[in-house]
């Protein structure tokens, strides 16, 4: 801060930086304000230093600096206009260090340490930030309707704010959100993914789902989620809010994961629900096959949302998965069955396991109790499968090019289905997981394989990877009553 004091700067820390110094929290990157040239200022200070790097926005006036493992944003102190199209600004100019806070979204964040200059060591608190922060109030420091239509991500960013630091929206800034839902058509969806993906690591996620659901946010960005709300009845027969339930599970993930991705699985794991709703008289409500559609929807909402091939991946197998473990507690469940369970969920199967434990939301003690009890042993005998088998990394000891050596074939349709008839071997006890005996019971099948018409190989192929990612759709489970 020395070069920005020799050379006649006002420099501001301002924002989150000092919301959370006030708060006793982690710091994180700094945002600095500076009447005057900011990426010239950041460029004197990074030559000073001899370390670091700079990189410019010079339509901005902004400049980061990367130096010790934490980013400094050097923006210079200015006012911002706006096209009705676009939440970047259209116009750029430099003001003093009151007018540039009136800009920040809310007043907690509009907040600005002195560093250098005739404001040095002073707080400045022109909204009542101090107090709004205290008692846990979330206000914009201007009008709310033009803070939002300006830039309609901050509505998102008070959602979270809400939700991690556990303040009430004024009602003013709450109406604001309410009355601008249209204008998120203009963020980046990658934006939007952004703020949804760190309340979802935030400290209180299912506040944030639910503050966006009666806002209307929710209803804009995933209307699946919205959909998922209301009871509906025939006769006696009733089946249960599935919103409602989603909310409960994902709150019994939290308390057990900080994953991101497996508190997203909790909040839509039944979102496949009210596309497969299906009344029968003598059945009364039934889903079936809900998860295989609810993964569809998890992946299109995923990649609506920007999340990445991985995340899309996971949060998708996540859903399709969660009715399989508690499908594996019914008795006469073999191991076989359960090791196939194990090798699909592969390394996601403890986040498994969490998300299906959590989906046990009855109100019944005794059902609870017994549903446990009933997880519990499933998951020991995993343990046991897993110890005797490593199942984790599961694959046939004889790979496909061998195969070609033994058998004296090319690759085709006669390797797939003699290393998927080993593994089955395997799967279902017929041999040890073992080198000697796979090789053994390869050279047993492979001249029957090498006369079978390719065709019907193929066939074969094709059914078990269906019957490798087959659901079973039999089971409902139990209501709250």
């Known amino acids: 801060m020395d070069t920005a004091g020799e050379e006649g700067y006002e420099l501001y820390a301002v924002g989150g930086c000092i919301r959370n110094l006030l708060l006793g929290r982690e710091i994180g990157d700094i945002d600095l304000s500076v009447v005057g040239d900011a990426v010239q200022l950041a460029r004197r200070i990074t030559e000073r230093l001899a370390s670091g790097r700079v990189t410019v926005y010079s339509r901005f006036g902004t400049a980061l600096v990367r130096h010790n493992d934490r980013d400094y944003e050097f923006a210079t102190a200015r006012a911002e206009s706006y096209l009705p199209d676009s939440r970047k600004p259209a116009a750029v100019k430099p003001v003093p260090i009151g007018e540039d806070l009136k800009r920040r979204d809310f007043t907690m964040n509009a907040l600005a340490l002195g560093l250098t200059g005739p404001r040095k060591g002073e707080l400045l608190d022109l909204f009542e930030g101090l107090a709004d922060l205290e008692n846990r109030i979330l206000r914009t420091p201007l009008e709310p309707d033009l803070t ?26 709450w109406s604001g959100i309410r009355k601008n839902l249209a204008r998120l058509e203009i963020v980046a969806r990658e934006r939007i993914g952004e703020e949804i993906w760190k309340m979802l690591s935030g400290s209180d996620p299912v506040r944030a789902v639910q503050l966006m659901i009666d806002s209307g946010l929710m209803a804009v960005i995933m209307p699946e989620i919205s959909a998922m709300s209301g009871i509906e009845q025939v ?20 308390e057990n994961s900080g994953d991101p991705v497996v508190r997203f699985a909790g909040l839509i794991h039944d979102i496949g629900k009210p596309a497969s ?34 995340n899309t991946a996971r949060l998708s197998k996540l859903v399709r998965l969660h009715m399989r473990p508690i499908n594996l507690t019914s008795e006469g469940v073999t191991d076989s069955a359960i090791r196939r369970m194990m090798i699909e969920a592969g390394e996601d199967l403890d986040d498994q396991l969490i998300l299906c434990r959590a989906d046990i939301t ?46 004296g074939v090319e690759a085709g349709p006669v390797v797939g289905a003699l290393k998927g008839r080993i593994e089955d071997a395997i799967l279902d006890g017929g041999i040890p997981y073992d080198y000697d005996a796979a090789k053994q019971y390869l050279l047993s099948i492979k001249d029957e394989a090498m006369k079978t018409d390719p065709k019907d190989l193929i066939v074969e ?18 209501t709250d009553e």
């Open 235 to 254: 006769g006696r027969h009733h089946h249960k809010d599935v919103l409602k339930h989603s909310l409960r599970v994902m709150q019994n993930v939290v």
């Open 277 to 310: 709703k299906r009344f029968y008289p003598d059945q009364g409500w039934t889903f079936h096959g809900h998860e295989v559609v609810g993964a569809r929807i998890a992946a299109r909402i995923a990649r609506r949302l920007r999340l990445g091939k991985a």
């Open 148 to 173: 939002f239509s300006d830039d309609p991500l901050r509505m998102l960013r008070g959602i979270r704010f809400a939700a991690e630091y556990g303040c009430k929206i004024e009602p003013g800034t």
């Open 461 to 478: 192929i094709r059914n078990r990877a269906r019957n490798r990612t087959r659901v079973d759709r039999d089971f409902r489970f139990p």
């Open 362 to 407: 009855t109100a019944n003690p005794k059902l609870v109790n017994r549903y446990l009890a009933n997880f519990e042993d499933m998951a020991r005998r995993m343990e046991d499968v897993e110890a005797r088998d490593r199942m984790r990394s599961f694959q046939s000891p004889i790979r496909g090019d061998e195969i070609m050596d033994i058998c």
